[in-house]
């Protein structure tokens, strides 16, 4: 059985893999003040709700864009499971070609999901991942990593406008139901939403005119739900991308 953890700016996304399924998934906010402990009781008490135990783990594989928090999880994991735990970094094998300047600038959030979608597609991809930042990954058919486009993710956008302006309020992304709204929360959602929808086509309809081809496009991460019925250009939607990225590496790097 397997625990997957990927530790993000917003969300800390973990799941347990067993019987060549996901047995389940789960997705909590980050807070680097936690200590090993407190998140050890989450942990504990996510799994025992589902019938599980640290103990049931036989692998453990963590994905990490925190500093902060590596080491914390890292400790924590290794004492809930009994099993030392594979954090993806240099040195660890994912069948992905780095074709950027300096692969060690990479995050493993994106190795992870262009893991992911080359075991979806099997060809060149684009993936697109709604996080705390949003961000547009190429994928060749060599299975490269060909580049990155990186924007504020809509969370992000829409907290910055609430702390840097006096009178506009942080609110819940969602599509309003005119694209003027007629008050200050609907027209926040308005520009943000179907502002962020153009934006994620037209960087789409770029990266497809650079390489040549209307290659397939995958939507992951925490907000991919907001935007991807908004419009077409996504081929899959996967919300938990990450964690099968996570799976495959850790299957390539099992001993």
């Not at 864009?65 to 240099?90: F, H, Y």
């Not at 908004?230 to 919300?239: A, S």
Request: aromatic share 6%; net charge neutral.
């Amino acid at each position: 059985m397997l625990l997957a953890v990927d530790i993000g700016n917003s969300n800390i996304v973990f799941g347990v893999h067993s019987s060549n399924a996901w047995q389940q998934q789960w997705r909590i906010c980050t807070d680097p003040s936690k200590m090993p402990d407190e998140y050890a009781v989450l942990f504990r008490d996510l799994l025992r709700e589902e019938g599980l135990s640290g103990k049931d783990m036989d692998q453990v594989i963590i994905s990490s864009v925190v500093p902060s928090l590596t080491g914390k999880i890292r400790e924590m994991v290794n004492k809930l499971t009994g099993q030392k735990a594979l954090v993806v970094g240099p040195g660890i094998k994912t069948g992905l070609k780095i074709r950027i300047g300096n692969p060690s600038e990479l995050g493993s959030d994106i190795v992870c999901n262009c893991v992911g979608a080359w075991n979806l597609f099997q060809s060149s991809c684009i993936v697109v991942d709604f996080g705390t930042a949003l961000t547009f990954t190429a994928l060749s058919n060599q299975c490269e990593v060909l580049g990155v486009s990186i924007a504020p993710g809509l969370q992000s956008a829409a907290e910055a406008l609430s702390e840097h302006t006096a009178q506009l309020p942080q609110v819940w992304l969602e599509p309003p139901a005119k694209v003027l709204g007629t008050n200050t929360i609907q027209s926040i959602q308005s520009g943000v939403v179907y502002g962020y929808t153009g934006m994620v086509e037209y960087l789409i309809d770029k990266i497809r005119e650079d390489m040549g081809s209307k290659l397939p496009v995958v939507a992951t991460g925490g907000k991919s739900s907001v935007i991807a019925p908004l419009t077409n250009r996504f081929t899959r939607i996967e919300p938990w991308l990450i964690l099968e990225g996570l799976r495959l590496i850790a299957e390539k790097n099992r001993l």
